[in-house]
């Protein structure tokens, strides 16, 4: 930990690890425990997971992080929320973020009754532009108690992938299978490669998003998951976009990271 880390964790506040089943927020579990900063694991669940990710969050990480994962009772689910608010979330409406996540942190945050309350989470700089122009610490605007923490957020890749195999401690199966995501099954911000790997290896989630997408348009609306560019396309014609070589808008992240090869894992 740097000075920052020791001021900031002065008084002890409770720390809640936010876990996704995701590398980095697996790596700053992992790196919890190597500082010794007592903290409650904590995953949101929005109802929108790839079931794998699930069972890896379910039945193998607490075993391996050493410690229980607390699931918050939620209102809605992704699916829920997006037939009730009759649109899927955009850029500007991000509906989805708040009450699936914020929200219940919140709620949680105020229940324990501290003064200061850190929420800790596994961003790194490398991973988007956005991302890299956020601070190590930040307060959550609105809420004077509760701090974001991101501790790796100097991180490589390399280094995420360092500390699953120095506590030997395997990766989410879908990374070896080469998704670069495994958070929301599909984020309605991903990027054409992720959309790509959705369809070719769960055509049931495509049917789900089919689906989703003729019922809102029942409702005399026209809603649809992804936009390209600024049009609103649905997802069978945004699926054949994905399959593309070139064309369309894409969210260029900094770096590539390759499945089973990255991990050290291919037979």
């Not at 506590?167 to 670069?180: D, E, I, K, M, T």
């Not at 495509?206 to 989703?212: L, P």
């Not at 997802?235 to 969210?251: C, P, Y």
């Amino acid at each position: 930990m740097n000075e920052e880390d020791l001021e900031m964790l002065r008084i002890r506040p409770p720390v809640v690890a936010c876990v996704s089943g995701g590398k980095d927020s697996t790596a700053l579990a992992l790196w919890l425990q190597e500082e010794h900063v007592e903290h409650r694991l904590m995953f949101m669940d929005t109802g929108w997971e790839h079931h794998e990710t699930m069972t890896y969050l379910r039945d193998y990480l607490p075993g391996a992080l050493g410690g229980e994962i607390e699931i918050p009772s939620q209102k809605w689910t992704f699916e829920s929320l997006v037939r009730h608010e009759k649109i899927f979330p955009t850029m500007g409406r991000r509906f989805c973020t708040r009450h699936l996540k914020q929200k219940p942190m919140i709620a949680l945050a105020k229940a324990t009754g501290a003064p200061m309350v850190v929420m800790a989470v596994g961003v790194r700089r490398q991973e988007s532009r956005a991302r890299a122009k956020l601070p190590r610490w930040s307060e959550w605007v609105g809420h004077s108690n509760i701090w974001i923490w991101r501790p790796l957020i100097e991180w490589s890749v390399e280094d995420v992938v360092e500390i699953h195999g120095r506590h030997s401690v395997l990766p989410n199966p879908l990374y070896l299978r080469q998704a670069r995501r495994v958070g929301c099954w599909p984020c309605v911000f991903a990027s054409k490669e992720d959309i790509r790997f959705v369809a070719d290896t769960d055509p049931a989630r495509i049917d789900t998003i089919r689906k989703m997408e003729e019922d809102l348009r029942c409702e005399e609306r026209s809603p649809t998951m992804f936009d390209i560019g600024s049009r609103a396309v649905p997802i069978d014609e945004v699926v054949k976009w994905a399959r593309t070589s070139r064309g369309g808008r894409q969210f260029n992240l900094f770096g590539r990271e390759e499945g089973c090869a990255l991990w050290g894992m291919c037979e």
